[in-house]
């Protein structure tokens, strides 16, 4: 689950991980406000959406409105609110359509001598969390890992401990940092793993990480993303969560027990398991169509499900074609072929359908597709099936 | 022979009163594995099938002799549970439960290494040996007693090899899903290791997906120290990016994780890749036509 930022630097003061003063506002009137509020002669004020990449993006139609914005005057802070405020925002993160602004964060400014990256995640390989600090702060960092890796700077942290005062020196000594401000990197550093540990985050970013000219050391952005599996033990959090960000449809989805992806093909697909569901839009690809989502049904799907997935894949205006591959183990074919006639009574299909039903109960489901007067066009395997709905799609069945 | 799990594996199931667990546990027995008993703590001396129900794996352990144990329990319990079996001095864990936080098993991980136990998932199928001994929730009648080895980060994409390879009349000697989560019990090498030294196993599949560096690391293994054939396929090619993967991942590994770049580790490994998933067999035989 991804929060924005001003609700990230909330999380982070309470847990001593140093931000400035700020305010959001939902209105170019409370914009004003809060820049009278800040009392300070500068203030930024940044559009809130989850995406990244908000200071380079634009909005939709006027080019000149950027998505973070130095101010000068509560009248400016006003006007910048007014510019982005109910308008989409395209940055490199968003697609082309970009991303609704519904909120702006307005904070104070400050002198900064320097800029840093820092980003806190799981390394897989080790299994443990590792703390990545760069040199090369404000900018893109995945082209810092691409380009030259050495400047990421990487120190693995155990949960139950922390960081240790000897990693911070390592990272000091690497980064020229020195008196104040390596004192400050200390109780920074510390205060963002525990962060990163005491509330079950998959993903804990500041860039930029800002070194003041008085030695102080600030985040100026909060990029957090959390394990949705420890939501449970996470009561105050859960209510961050923000829908207006999400896909109307994987929303949908997942509030019926699905995994859903919106994709941008034409070919809508329909599958038991995470694994099955990504190779069966590499088959559809290698033979030359493009999945219009990822579905994945999961292992002991019911009829309700199933025939919310359908009306899901078939809501979509670019979806030509559906693929069905279900491979049967806890889910029996029969549920799905219950699921295909009820789908094809309530919403009906106006697109070809291709179904290949392996595993459990599968002779009593395609039985009981046959039987059934709904258009379904059968495959006896993978490359069959996917042969089949790539010609479907492009009209040639 | 086979790999961990045999004819003669005593298993326990943790939350067998549970409904996974409780129709799982008659799934393994109706297919032949030897289900010794279970654990619910609270419902210990209540029985479950004829089987008996304990409130402790270590009562457990004294009173059935398990070595191996199948774990449902909900996930914000599951650490736990995985913890009290390594405890308890069971040998194979497998964990089916999905959902489980990842921080947890940061913690799991170190305690299980530490130990002579050995975890496979969570999240995953769970193991099987054709014929004699099955611990988890995959359909027992596609699989076939004989001689290819499936370990795999995916359960139903690993269900299609069997069946693609019990078609061909190759048959399994022992599959293992690993589980899909970023932190896991048992990785790849750990099984090449024992594939390899393993009678039965005569070729090795290895299905993968984008994300982690573990095949990268496999292929190095294969090269090194395998000289079975081993053939591969890797799932996810055309994901988006950056659509599972928060892209702070990516950086840490360096840019690796694309299917691309494993595909290509896996083929300079003198590794036979399956196109798609359709082929995964085929690239089976392949791989050992080519070795002999």
């Given amino acids: 689950m991804k929060i924005h930022e001003y609700q990230g630097k909330e999380l982070f003061r309470a847990a001593g991980v140093p931000v400035l003063q700020g305010f959001v506002a939902r209105s170019p009137q409370e914009a004003s406000e809060a820049f009278d509020k800040l009392g300070s002669p500068l203030a930024v004020v940044k559009a809130q959406i989850h995406a990244g990449g908000r200071g380079k993006g634009s909005v939709i139609d006027n080019p000149a409105q950027k998505g973070v914005v130095l101010v000068r005057s509560s009248k400016e802070a006003a006007g910048v609110a007014e510019g982005l405020l109910g308008k989409k925002l395209v940055t490199i993160q968003t697609g082309s359509e970009g991303q609704t602004v519904n909120q702006v964060f307005v904070e104070q400014g400050c002198a900064i001598a320097r800029e840093l990256y820092l980003g806190i995640v799981l390394d897989r390989a080790a299994a443990m969390p590792v703390l990545m600090v760069s040199s090369e702060g404000g900018v893109e960092i995945e082209k810092v890992a691409e380009e030259s890796p050495e400047l990421i700077l990487k120190e693995h942290f155990d949960p139950a401990v922390g960081l240790e005062s000897f990693q911070v020196r390592k990272l000091c000594k690497k980064l020229g940092i020195e008196g104040a401000a390596a004192k400050a990197a200390d109780s920074f550093m510390k205060a963002a793993c525990r962060f990163f540990v005491d509330h079950d985050c998959s993903l804990a970013e500041i860039n930029p990480l800002v070194i003041t000219e008085d030695g102080k050391m600030i985040a100026l952005d909060a990029k957090v993303t959390f394990d949705d599996n420890a939501l449970f033990r996470h009561p105050t959090i859960k209510p961050l969560r923000d829908l207006n960000e999400e896909d109307p449809n994987e929303l949908r989805a997942a509030d019926s027990g699905l995994s859903y992806v919106q994709l941008e093909g034409n070919i809508g697909c329909l599958v038991n398991g995470a694994g099955l569901a990504m190779a069966t839009m590499d088959i559809i690809k290698y033979h030359g169509g493009q999945p219009s989502n990822f579905l994945d049904v999961g292992g002991g799907a019911n009829t309700a499900q199933v025939t919310e997935a359908f009306r899901i894949l078939l809501s979509d205006p670019n979806c030509k074609g559906v693929l069905v591959n279900i491979f049967g183990g806890i889910a029996r074919c029969t549920t799905i072929a219950t699921a295909i006639i009820e789908a094809s009574k309530e919403v009906g299909f106006q697109v070809p359908l291709v179904v290949r039903l392996e595993g459990t109960e599968v002779k009593e489901g395609r039985k009981m597709l046959e039987e059934s007067d709904v258009n379904v066009i059968t495959a006896a395997d993978l490359t069959e099936a996917a042969e089949k709905i790539v010609a479907a799609a492009a009209g040639k069945a | ?292």
């Avoid at chain 2, 399994?172 to 970023?182: A, E, F, I």
């Avoid at chain 2, 039965?200 to 095949?215: C, D, F, H, K, R």
Wanted: hydrophobic content about 40%; overall charge negative.
């Fill in chain 2, 1 to 292: 022979m086979s790999i961990l799990v045999d004819r003669n594996t005593r298993v326990l199931c943790q939350g067998i009163t549970g409904n996974a667990g409780a129709f799982h546990t008659r799934g393994c027995r109706d297919y032949g594995t030897q289900m010794v008993g279970g654990v619910t703590p609270g419902k210990g001396g209540q029985s479950f099938d004829g089987l008996p129900v304990f409130d402790t794996v270590e009562e457990a352990v004294a009173q059935t002799g398990a070595d191996a144990t199948m774990i449902f329990v909900p996930a914000p319990f599951t650490a736990d549970a995985i913890l009290e079996a390594i405890d308890a001095g069971i040998r194979v864990i497998c964990a089916i439960t999905e959902g489980v936080p990842v921080l947890d098993m940061v913690r799991v991980y170190r305690a299980v290494k530490a130990s002579d136990s050995i975890l496979i998932g969570p999240n995953c199928p769970g193991i099987i040996t054709p014929g004699q001994c099955k611990i988890g929730i995959m359909p027992g009648y596609i699989h076939q007693p004989g001689k290819i080895a499936i370990m795999s980060r995916s359960g139903t994409l690993t269900y299609e090899a069997v069946w693609q390879t019990s078609n061909l009349g190759l048959g399994q000697s022992t599959c293992v899903g690993l589980g899909g989560d970023p932190i896991v019990g048992t990785s790849f090498i750990d099984l090449l290791a024992r594939f390899q030294e393993d009678d039965q196993t005569e070729a090795i599949l290895m299905i993968g997906e984008i994300g982690g560096s573990a095949e990268e690391e496999a292929a190095a293994f294969v090269q090194e120290h395998v000289t079975k054939p081993v053939a591969a396929f890797i799932a996810g090619r055309t994901a988006p990016p950056g659509k599972r993967m928060g892209h702070a991942g990516a950086i840490i590994s360096g840019g690796k994780g694309t299917a691309g770049e494993k595909v290509a580790a896996l083929e300079a490994a003198g590794i036979v890749v399956a196109p798609t998933p359709a082929k995964m067999a085929e690239a089976v035989v392949q791989a050992m036509q080519k070795k002999s």
